[in-house]
């Protein structure tokens, strides 16, 4: 683990394995940028799926979402961009901006127990 | 163009519960007849009202709950959109009532701005869209309206030329009229970009008490408006709180321009990169009011503590 951004709202922790962040706070508009920075040097460092927690994030905006779609999308056919520990309310985001079906991005929501 | 190829928009003026379901139910059978689809969407009483009349020929209709499609105005255009797309090679018709007494004075308004913009988004489709509205119980300001946001209007047994649609009345939806004063009391915040989080801030010390999910609704909502500010707005804006009734009050001030009337209201493809914020806080909200100028643009949202849809 090794924290790559981290300020007052968020902070971006690199993972491995399996590759991929774990995110704490809020992420927005301001600060997506740093999530996409990581994302996108993980997804050439390496050929698995890539992981994304979301499990201790508290807000996302859309252009948060737009930054895992886009991750997703920039992935090949045969990769996936997992988003593990979201919430009922980002999988309902995701439905209501209309990227539920993007191709190479999987929601995997929060185990209770 | 025949009138079989264009968007039919009529008003029909009814007086009280028995008046509205004779010349629905006419209405509905008349499309069944003609194998048509046919979408409903009114408020109770008059839907069950309505249903009862029709017998076995309700199961052959759509219903839609207006009171939960129509909370926001705004959601209706894209609710129809998403049922007439689905309806393929069959031709359709639908009954639509926005309006209804009871309705605040703010969603009156945006329901007559809605009742235009039907009209733009459906301008080269081809069905029928009936439009209630209640002589006993709706005031003669509300029936003007409804006179100049429908190229007919079905009075009693006359059929009378309502206004045709017309680009500048799009556009008037815009502009006017002018929001009620923000409350002296009002939370205010001057942004800019890096300072969204500030912006939530503001949101979560005026909601310290509300359920979870509303102070979530009501911190994206904002959060995606004032969003808007950064990137198309001047990058910057003034952002006012307040609370009403138990609803969260938003405005948002920036010096950018809307000047697409159908903003927020059309369902973003998946691929499409902007349109989403708007979009989103339709579906969120439960009153969205735009007005944009020269002098630049305000954005007022409401939020109830009612879980949204």
Redesign the interface.
């Known amino acids: 683990m090794r924290i790559v951004y981290a300020d007052d709202v968020l902070r971006v922790e690199r993972i491995s394995p399996p590759p991929g962040v774990r995110l704490f706070g809020e992420v927005d508009l301001d600060n997506c940028a740093h999530v996409r920075s990581v994302l996108i040097a993980q997804s050439v460092e390496t050929a698995a799926d890539l992981y994304v927690d979301v499990g201790s994030l508290y807000f996302i905006d859309v252009a948060g979402l737009r930054t895992l779609v886009e991750a997703a999308r920039r992935l090949q056919p045969d990769r996936r961009l997992v988003v593990s520990s979201a919430s009922e309310e980002l999988c309902r985001l995701v439905r209501l901006a209309g990227w539920d079906r993007t191709p190479g991005l999987v929601l995997r929501m929060v185990k209770s127990g | 163009m025949t009138t079989d190829t264009m968007f039919r928009h009529d008003a029909l003026l009814y007086a009280g519960l028995d008046d509205f379901v004779a010349r629905t139910a006419v209405f509905v059978r008349a499309g069944l007849r003609l194998d048509e689809a046919v979408g409903v969407a009114v408020i109770e009483p008059r839907a069950s009202a309505l249903r009862d009349a029709l017998g076995d020929d309700a199961d052959h209709v759509t219903w839609m709950d207006m009171a939960e499609v129509g909370r926001n105005p705004a959601r209706i255009i894209p609710a129809w959109q998403e049922w007439t797309e689905s309806q393929a090679a069959r031709a359709f018709r639908g009954i639509g009532e926005p309006i209804w007494a009871g309705r605040s004075d703010d969603e009156i308004v945006e329901c007559v701005h809605h009742e235009a913009l039907l009209n733009m988004a459906f301008a080269d489709v081809p069905w029928q869209l009936l439009c209630p509205y209640d002589m006993d119980a709706l005031g003669s300001d509300v029936i003007g309206h409804a006179h100049r946001t429908h190229p007919r209007v079905m009075d009693g047994e006359v059929e009378r030329d309502g206004r045709n649609a017309h680009a500048d009345d799009y556009a008037a939806t815009l502009v006017g009229p002018s929001l009620p004063d923000v409350p002296e009391d009002a939370e205010r915040l001057a942004f800019r970009?890096?300072?969204?989080?500030s912006v939530?801030a503001l949101v979560r010390r005026l909601l310290p008490d509300a359920p979870r999910?509303h102070v979530?609704h009501a911190?994206?909502a904002v959060?995606?408006i004032a969003?808007n500010s950064?990137?198309h707005g001047g990058g910057c804006g003034t952002i006012t709180v307040w609370t009403e009734g138990g609803a969260f009050v938003c405005e948002v001030r920036d010096a950018g321009r809307v000047t697409d009337p159908l903003a927020g209201r059309r369902?973003?493809?998946?691929?499409q990169d902007g349109g989403?914020?708007l979009?989103?806080v339709n579906?969120?909200c439960d009153l969205v009011q735009i007005r944009s100028g020269d002098e630049g643009t305000t954005i007022r949202l409401r939020l109830s503590e009612q879980p949204a849809p």
Do not use: F, K, Q, T
Not at chain 2, 193 to 197: H, K, P, V
Not at chain 2, 267 to 271: A, E, Q, V
């Open positions: 970009s890096g300072e969204l989080a939530r999910a979530n911190i994206l959060s995606e969003g950064v990137v369902r973003p493809l998946p691929d989403r914020g979009w989103m579906r969120i």
